[in-house]
């Protein structure tokens, strides 16, 4: 059995219930000068959507035969991760503890609402890192289990080299649907955190020929001491758990922290100008802590002319920032047909 066989053959839930389209973006290609497809990852239910699900299709059917009744799962309260893991265990009649970055908001609002209504034990713990966030909730997992819960524990991001092995699956998919456009991939831009997506996406890529160029916009700083080095780690694990022989290196690992900006879920240069350039052209919504970064980034590439056409704009979903009243005022604010118009 080749490689392929054995990642199409994987273990895996159906989350979604359909496959994402791909569309060619008309309107902003012309503004941009450069040919540009979405890969539309957002679309799907309120709690089932985004990049997140395809990681847990195959994660939660390894956690499912592990006889798992209890999740756990940390991140920010912003977190697109932490919500598609709520929604999951409430679809498969799961327990949910989440560990989320930060203090308990004033208002309930974007994923932290959908949290909350899928059912999750909720548990703020303050101003701490990743690896701080990490360690309390191996605190938790204890601390369930010898309470008698068989709990399965999803790292940040739900990152990890079983999980990237979805976005190994979504490459195949996305070429496939581009072929039959009568186009191929040049390349895929995506915002990237804690790496799975990419390390899945850089992995399909090998797997078929190194046919394209992977392209990751780095939007959290300090997810990992080295992160490139981390996201390789993902794609070389993801390929011996399914015996593909192919030599990944560094090299394959095409990541920038220069839209990052002032940080995680803060400013970057070109982001409010971006999200309002897609809407009005396509009627499509970025947000201003994950995708919004990488179109911004594929408008400033594109007018530097460093993008390998046809180029895929891959949407990782996350839309729900919107509706936080601190990213709509800023974006209000920042767009002058709407900056005069109060709120």
């Given at each position: ?15 979604r219930g359909?496959v994402?389209p ?9 503004a941009?000068?450069?040919e540009v497809w979405?890969?539309?990852?957002d679309i ?13 299709e ?8 592990c006889?798992?009744t ?6 920010s309260?912003l977190?697109?991760a ?6 999951a265990?409430?679809a498969?009649g799961?327990?949910?503890t989440?560990l989320?970055?930060?203090d ?6 974007g ?5 909350g ?5 909720l ?8 690896h701080?966030?990490?360690e ?6 204890h601390d369930?289990?010898?309470?008698g ?14 999980s990237?092995?979805g ?7 996305l ?13 895929i831009?995506h ?20 046919e394209?160029e992977?392209?990751g916009i780095?939007?959290a700083e300090?997810v990992y001491?080295?992160v490139?080095?981390?996201?390789l780690s ?13 030599e990944?290196?560094r090299d394959h690992?095409?990541i ?8 995680y879920?803060?400013?970057?240069a070109?982001i409010?100008e971006?999200?309002?350039?897609l ?5 499509l919504?970025?947000?201003p802590v ?7 980034a594929?408008i400033?590439?594109?007018?530097r002319?460093?993008?390998k056409?046809?180029v895929v ?12 009243p601190?990213?709509?005022k800023?974006?209000?604010?920042a ?6 118009i109060?709120?």
């Amino acid at each position: 059995m080749t490689a392929l066989e054995m990642l199409e053959g994987l273990p895996r839930l159906d989350l979604r219930g359909f496959v994402s389209p791909v569309q060619r973006l008309e309107r902003f290609s012309e503004a941009i000068g450069v040919e540009v497809w979405c890969k539309r990852d957002d679309i799907g239910s309120v709690g089932l959507a985004g990049n997140k699900v395809r990681k847990l299709e195959v994660e939660l059917a390894h956690a499912m035969a592990c006889g798992a009744t209890h999740l756990v799962a940390e991140g920010s309260r912003l977190s697109n991760a932490a919500r598609a893991v709520a929604a999951a265990a409430a679809a498969l009649g799961l327990k949910c503890t989440l560990l989320l970055c930060h203090d308990e908001p004033r208002e309930p609002v974007g994923n932290l609402m959908l949290d909350g209504l899928f059912g999750a034990d909720l548990r703020f713990v303050g101003n701490v890192n990743w690896h701080e966030l990490a360690e309390l909730a191996e605190t938790v997992v204890h601390d369930l289990e010898r309470s008698g819960e068989c709990v399965y524990r999803l790292p940040i991001g739900c990152a990890s080299e079983r999980s990237c092995l979805g976005f190994a699956l979504a490459y195949g998919e996305l070429r496939n649907q581009m072929r039959a456009h009568g186009r191929s991939v040049g390349t895929i831009v995506h915002a990237s955190s804690s790496g799975g997506t990419h390390a899945g996406l850089v992995l399909g890529n090998a797997l078929h020929g190194f046919e394209s160029e992977i392209r990751g916009i780095v939007v959290a700083e300090d997810v990992y001491p080295d992160v490139a080095g981390a996201y390789l780690s993902f794609a070389q694990g993801g390929a011996h758990l399914i015996n593909a022989e192919v030599e990944l290196t560094r090299d394959h690992i095409n990541i920038t922290e220069a839209y990052l900006g002032e940080g995680y879920g803060l400013p970057a240069a070109g982001i409010y100008e971006a999200i309002d350039l897609l809407a009005t052209k396509e009627g499509l919504m970025v947000d201003p802590v994950y995708s919004g970064k990488a179109v911004a980034a594929i408008i400033d590439l594109a007018a530097r002319k460093e993008l390998k056409g046809p180029v895929v704009f891959w949407h990782t979903g996350g839309y729900h920032a919107l509706f936080d009243p601190r990213y709509a005022k800023r974006i209000w604010s920042a767009i002058d047909r709407l900056s005069g118009i109060a709120l």
